[in-house]
């Protein structure tokens, strides 16, 4: 989407959300124990809306900054090779 809406004036921005404890699997589910646990949603919306004051293209959150940092190419050198 960013490629092909470049000279548009529209902004993509790409967000990457963790494990996020949230009511879609049903109300009530507990995580078993030793299970990955959930950011809380309040926590992972203000860090959501202090990452979009940065104004950057790709946004982590949480647990997921660590697996994007992992990743042996970067968002944008991926986003480089497949639009050339």
């Known amino acids: 989407m960013r490629h092909q809406l470049r ?3 529209v902004k993509v ?3 990457i959300p963790p494990y ?3 009511e879609l699997g049903g109300p009530g589910k507990t995580v078993a124990s030793g299970a990955p ?3 809380p949603l309040g926590t992972f919306i ?3 809306m202090r990452e979009l004051e940065t104004d950057q293209d790709d946004i982590a959150v949480g647990e997921a900054k660590r697996l994007v940092a992992a990743s042996s190419e970067t968002g944008k050198q991926i986003f ?3 639009n050339g």
Do not use: D, H, K
Request: glycine share 6%.
């Open 20 to 22: 996020v404890a949230t």
């Open 80 to 82: 480089s090779r497949m």
């Open 46 to 48: 203000a860090e959501t």
């Open 13 to 15: 921005i790409e967000l």
């Open 37 to 39: 646990q959930p950011m």
């Open 7 to 9: 000279s548009s004036g």
